[in-house]
């Protein structure tokens, strides 16, 4: 269940997010990447380094919002930040000893999305099941 749900939690975010229509799927999804960065910040146990990320990633969101690399590359650093919590930090949700680990795992699902440029998988299942019908 450590790898289980926090791939199904990736891929129900990717469902989720697919009923939004372009261009407000790719903006909600930039929102959502500024939102991962300032995750630590109540209390996330690395100090000054906290705001330093929030701001990094806070950079890469805007960039995001025209930009579904700049999405990818934010769940990536994000994924990156949520180990160093793992290993030396606190976790993301403070009474879930593992929560960080669980994220580290979940968000590289939703950047290989981002990366394919954040496509509808809904559009892509009913175009599928058209295709099989008119077959």
């Known amino acids: 269940m450590t790898v289980i749900a926090p791939i199904a939690i990736g891929l129900l975010y990717v469902v989720l997010s697919s009923l939004l229509p372009e261009p ?3 903006r909600f999804n930039a929102i959502m990447v500024a939102g991962a960065g300032a995750a630590y ?3 996330g146990g690395l100090g000054i380094a906290e705001f330093a990320f929030t701001a990094l ?3 890469v969101a805007f960039r995001g919002l025209e930009s579904w690399t700049f ?3 934010g769940w990536l650093l994000h994924t990156a930040w ?3 919590h793992h290993l030396r930090g ?3 949700v403070p009474f879930a000893e593992h929560s960080s680990l669980g994220c580290a795992i979940c968000d590289p699902v ?3 999305w981002a990366f394919m440029g954040g496509p509808s998988v809904i559009d892509a299942v009913r175009s599928r099941v058209r295709r099989r019908s008119r077959a």
């Open 71 to 73: 999405i990818g590359i």
């Open 82 to 84: 949520d180990v160093v």
């Open 90 to 92: 606190e976790p993301i």
């Open 24 to 26: 407000h799927r790719r």
């Open 57 to 59: 990633l806070t950079w």
């Open 110 to 112: 939703i950047a290989v």
């Open 41 to 43: 910040l109540s209390g």
